[in-house]
């Protein structure tokens, strides 16, 4: 209890406060960034056979249009290089400028982006296929700076009791993005196809795409940018966080003002101990140092690798479910329907799955993460999701079976719920709890890009992988793959390589962010 007694008295009172109103308030302002950034990168997957049939079906072809393979891992997986290069970009800025700052450039960003994806115009398919890739790139950069942010700003004002559900639950309003893509999906498919009756592509090719399904695909992706703009106000008025005021920016007299005031207490500011903090030559190492690679460095190695992993599994089953789906024939053959009736089933079981494993998953994380810990639930999180991608994948041909397939569909869904009750929500927590303030946004922002890497590697390799081991039965422009079934037992693999680097990852359960990130904050020289 030495250094508690020692600590900064701002410090302490954030670490023993009560939960109240503004840690609430805090989760749904950091919240409803994750929820437009879920929206925002899958509702594509929703979208790109639409885009195939409205812009490269051919009047000669025996089967609807699609995305040729250069354009359809552009499509989308552009949006991911993007975050990518705004968690590097964005985490490094909220350490140099502060969180509150960059906080609101990033919601800019996502919503004018998310506006314009929307609008991309053209004369040609390439034009319009373009301009697209061109702003849901610079989407994903405002992305892309929302995950070290979010997690920093959460951390930096949880206490230290309940900071794992906290920064969770901003994590979990993920769920509810992936959610809420499907209904606006449906809806808008379902109005469109009561509104504009179509035969299917089976009884007349040409008419099976009504023109007015161009503005179904400009409704979806659009929409995403309202819930972002609905909490701009809110996240200016957010006072900057107390830990990066006093550490970093050695402002103790603010630092102690904007807590006093939001945990209505008085607080002493303490300037002349955050003067001699600040001389401490222990809190100088820079990133580029020995003595970080000596303290933090196997922690990075394991926050990035887990990341990695973990999305090349998550981002190639959120992306191409649709593919999996249809393999299995839980959605019918292109043919048998028209163009919105295909974005009607494609949300619809997107919509379930979502709300049938991968919502609940967040939150049973969100209710156990400050019980069992951080490492428990990762390591039971991709084992498990081993264990069910193995049993869908080595008996594949089993659940193809019209009998199997509900089984098949349940199978696959546990997978979700285990990469969600595991380490999909605990990569993004630990890496804004076991760094140093002044490190935390950048170091966070690495994790948080080597994950992407994993998503780019799911998005474009599993695009390839996954088709068909004939050339004959491969989508058009496609090369033969190695099929489903072997890129699933791939996946399979992938998850058990992530279940060995867990060990890399310290556990931060109870601990105080200066005890997690062994920051010295006790004052003394």
């Known amino acids: 209890m030495a250094v508690e007694d020692n600590n ?38 929703l979208v790109t056979k639409l885009l195939g049939r409205l812009y490269y079906t051919k009047p000669d072809l025996l089967k609807p249009g699609t995305l040729p ?17 705004g968690q590097l970009f964005f985490g490094w800025l909220g ?34 296929m373009t301009t697209l890739c061109f702003f849901r790139f610079w989407l994903g950069f405002g992305i892309g700076g929302d995950y070290p942010l979010s997690a920093t700003i959460m951390s930096e004002y949880a206490n230290k009791k309940t900071r794992g559900a906290f920064i969770a639950a901003v994590f979990a309003m993920q769920g509810f ?14 109005g469109f196809d009561h509104a504009y009756k179509a035969p299917t592509f089976a009884e007349n090719a040409a008419l099976s795409t009504v023109p007015q399904a161009d503005y179904i695909w400009r409704i979806i992706l659009m929409f995403g940018s309202l819930p972002a703009a609905l909490t701009y106000y809110w996240r200016m008025k957010m006072p900057e966080t107390a830990r990066y005021t006093a550490l970093v920016a050695k402002d103790a007299k603010r630092a102690a003002q904007d807590m006093g005031r939001v945990l209505q207490v008085e607080i002493e500011s303490e300037e002349a101990k955050v003067e001699q903090i600040s001389r401490d030559e222990t809190n100088q190492f820079g990133l580029f140092s020995w003595e970080f690679v000596r303290r933090h460095g196997l922690h990075l190695f394991g926050t ?15 992306l191409f479910q649709k593919d999996v789906f249809s393999a299995v024939g839980w959605i019918p053959k292109a043919p048998t329907m028209n163009a919105v009736q295909e974005v009607y089933k494609i949300a619809r079981a997107q919509t379930l799955i979502a709300l049938c494993s991968t919502v609940p998953g967040y939150w049973f994380t969100v209710a ?7 490492f428990a639930i990762q390591l039971m999180g991709f084992f498990f999701m081993t264990v069910f991608m193995f049993a869908i994948a ?8 019209e009998a199997n397939r509900i089984g098949f569909i349940v199978m696959y869904s546990f997978t979700f719920f285990f990469a969600n009750f595991g380490p999909n929500a605990t990569t993004f927590v630990v890496p ?37 081991k004939d050339p004959t039965k491969t989508d058009a422009g496609y090369p033969a793959g190695i099929g489903i079934k072997n890129s699933l037992i791939v996946l399979g693999c992938i998850n058990a390589l992530g279940m060995l680097c867990t060990f890399c990852v310290p556990e931060t359960k109870g601990k105080s962010l200066e005890e997690a990130s062994q920051e010295t904050i006790t004052g003394e020289a």
């Open 394 to 401: 080595i008996p594949y041909h089993h659940w193809t079976l």
């Open 95 to 128: 350490d140099k400028m502060g969180r509150k700052k960059v906080y609101g450039m990033t919601l800019v960003l996502m919503v004018v982006c998310s506006v314009a994806s929307g609008l991309s115009l053209g004369n040609t398919p390439k034009g319009v």
């Open 177 to 190: 993005g992936i959610l809420f893509s499907g209904i606006v999906a449906l809806i808008t498919s379902a």
């Open 368 to 374: 156990f993460i400050d019980i069992i810990g951080r």
């Open 8 to 45: 900064l008295q701002v410090l302490n009172a954030l670490d023993l406060a009560k939960t109240q109103l503004y840690h609430f308030t805090a989760i749904i302002i950091a919240g409803m960034g994750f929820f437009t950034d879920a929206y925002d990168l899958f509702s594509i997957s």
């Open 432 to 468: 804004a709890e076991i760094f140093p303030a002044r490190l935390r946004s950048t170091c966070h922002g690495i994790s948080a890009a080597a994950g992407k890497a994993g998503a780019i590697v799911g998005a474009y390799g599993f695009l390839y992988a996954a088709q068909s």
């Open 69 to 85: 393979p250069v354009v359809s891992a552009s499509v989308t997986g552009v949006a991911l290089v993007g975050t990518l290069a």
């Open 304 to 318: 990035c690798s887990t990341w990695f992993l973990l999305d090349i599994a998550f981002y190639s089953q959120n």
